[in-house]
């Protein structure tokens, strides 16, 4: 099996070129191009073209390999789907905005939640993913902003520099479920790429002992919630997680988190609707009394309520609402004081949304 370089450390790496009888500064100079996302050795254009031949022979860069990669028709959104050494194949988007660029981690290869509306965790949960695996998702859309320019200054989470300056824990899995390694790889961000506290988010359904250890752990993070209902009876139906942790318990745990940090709750909240008999679209979690409900849920917390229009996946037996229902939603929400925005939908087009791609990709496979 090929050695992966970027799971070695600088002793091994060492190591590994002198063996070849190579000399030590080239494990300075590969370190270099690791750090940066290299997808192979092809691109190390300061390494003799025989060496970067016996490298490819017995090396891999990433601990990931891109298996496919989707542009946005408004090229702001690259999705990635990459495969694992075991073979498992997980998604990472890297979306370009107004206010930085932006990586979507997944957390594991598949998910155990089941939650209802989800493509992520139609396939169950294959394994949870180690700090590399997650350090090189950021890598690979690192590489992907700045490529082979070595010679400019190194990441510091700036845009304005071509860098990564977000990242987001909303890609496939729950990252409370793999809580030691979440923590381990942003912990690795913030110090590695200068990816400040402030512009991590981790989002989790609410597994309460998770967002309890996030809140020993006492980094300014974002803390989003997938709370998707306002009352049990609606959330259990849609998300098995909710007969385990109850509406109250997750969010009284992510109130002493956002308290604590002085950071601003995100709530998200996807809206859904069902057909009924007529094929017509029934609005299931979003009905006024459902705002009502939530604002009851919600008054006198720092939150931001995220609506999310729901992606659909033909899998899934729920519907999009119309975009008029999804206001009235929101202005019943301000009315009672909730701070609220619409999430603009990114890249649609290429199947962005939770899973899609890694599903589509193993059905095609079949
Ligand atoms: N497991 C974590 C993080 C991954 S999901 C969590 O539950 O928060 C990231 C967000 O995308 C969650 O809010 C999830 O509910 C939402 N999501 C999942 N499937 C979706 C779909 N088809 N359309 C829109 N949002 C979706």
Known sequence: ?????????????????????????????????????????????????????????????????????????????????????????????????????????????????????????????????????????????????????????????????????????????????????VIGFLERANHDLNISWRRITVSTCGIVPGIIELTKWGRPINLAISLHAPIDELRSKIMPINNRY????????????????????????????????????MIYNATPEHAQQLIDLLRGHNVMVNLIPWNSVDERDFASISGNAVHKFQDILIKGGIHTRIRRERGADIGSACGQLRLKNKKDVK
């Open 246 to 281: 109850k509406l109250n318990e997750v969010l009284n745990a992510a109130f002493e988190f956002s308290d604590a940090q002085n950071r601003q709750l995100m709530i998200e909240y996807i809206l859904l609707g069902k057909r009924d008999e007529n094929g017509d679209v």
């Open 1 to 181: 099996m090929k050695t992966i370089l970027f799971n070695l450390n600088d002793i091994e790496l060492e190591k590994f070129v002198t063996d070849f009888g190579w000399p030590r500064f080239r494990a300075k100079q590969i370190r270099e191009w690791l750090n940066r996302g290299a997808p192979d050795f092809s691109v190390m254009k300061n390494l003799p073209v025989d060496m970067r031949d016996k490298l490819s022979e017995t090396a891999e860069t990433l601990p990931l390999k891109i298996v496919k990669k989707l542009e946005s028709s408004d090229n702001q959104t690259t999705k990635f789907l990459l495969e694992l050494v075991d073979g498992e194949q997980i998604e990472c988007v890297l979306m370009r905005t107004t206010y930085g660029n932006s990586v979507c981690v997944s957390s594991q290869a598949g998910c155990a939640m089941g939650c209802k509306f989800c493509a992520s965790t139609l396939l169950g949960l294959k394994r949870n993913l180690t700090v590399n695996e997650m350090f090189s998702q950021v890598l690979t859309a690192a590489w992907e902003l700045r490529g082979d320019r070595l010679s400019d200054t190194k990441p510091n989470g700036d845009a304005n520099n071509g860098d990564v300056s977000h990242i987001v824990v909303m890609g496939t899995g729950e990252p409370l479920q793999n809580t030691e390694n």
